[in-house]
């Protein structure tokens, strides 16, 4: 009966490759060949002035495909294996760092209902879970602002100036895994991270994806 059951879900619903779509066998996560491509790659490592972050993957091919599955066509259950490839970049920079908190770049409220859910904070929660440490909410976005990706370097740092503030004046001197999906200039998480060590904690940075 669970056979019968199991070929007429995989005939309707059949398991696709996070990365590049293609239809896979239901107890694997992606393609070999994707599998492959994801093992070649090296974490990329950026320092924004005094704002360390690492990428798992470039902003390009099925990495590029990845993400926007899960952010734009809300494929919110990929975030499972994102995750994973993010732990191993965290664990390969950031050695045995422990954190206190796992955190998320915010959305707007306005954003959040938009979408119906803010990507990075899924990616987060799932990170957390993995490391056994607590995600918490530690920023808040106040302002909408225009997206990023539709703005020259200039405009992008004044364009996140005075958008986000801390959640609570008592997250004070933590070290703290701030988890974005897409690293462009790091405008974003050096704004996000500039509000945090005012509390006197310290940030490390995380992306899925970093644009060149
Ligand atoms: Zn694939």
């Known amino acids: 009966m669970n056979m019968i059951f199991d070929f007429i879900i995989n005939l309707f619903y059949p398991s696709r490759c996070v990365f590049c779509n293609k239809i896979i066998d239901r107890e694997k996560v992606c ?24 990428s798992a993957f470039p902003y390009c091919g099925v990495f590029k495909n990845a993400i926007l599955n899960l952010k734009i066509r809300g494929k919110i259950q990929n975030a499972d ?13 950031y ?22 859910f803010n990507q990075s904070e899924i990616i987060a929660r799932k990170i957390a879970e993995n490391l ?11 302002k909408d ?13 004044l364009n996140v100036k005075g958008v986000y503030k801390i959640e609570n004046e008592n997250i004070v001197n933590l070290k703290i895994l701030l988890v974005d999906d897409i ?26 994806c970093k644009t060149d």
């Open 183 to 208: 690293v462009t200039t790091g405008c974003t998480l050096k704004e996000c991270s500039k509000i945090l060590t005012k509390y006197k904690n310290k940030v490390l940075c995380c992306a899925f």
């Open 132 to 142: 056994s440490v607590p995600y918490k909410e530690c920023l808040v976005k106040i």
């Open 81 to 93: 294996v994102l995750s994973l490839y993010m732990i191993k970049a965290i664990r390969e920079y």
């Open 31 to 54: 393609c070999d060949e994707c599998n492959r491509k994801a093992k070649d790659y090296k974490p990329i490592k950026t320092i924004i002035n005094n704002t360390f972050c690492v």
């Open 145 to 157: 602002n225009k997206p990023q990706h539709s703005l020259n370097r200039e405009l992008r740092k």
């Open 95 to 116: 050695n045995n760092d422990k954190f206190d908190y796992v955190t998320a770049v915010p959305l707007s409220k306005k954003q959040r209902n938009q979408r119906g």
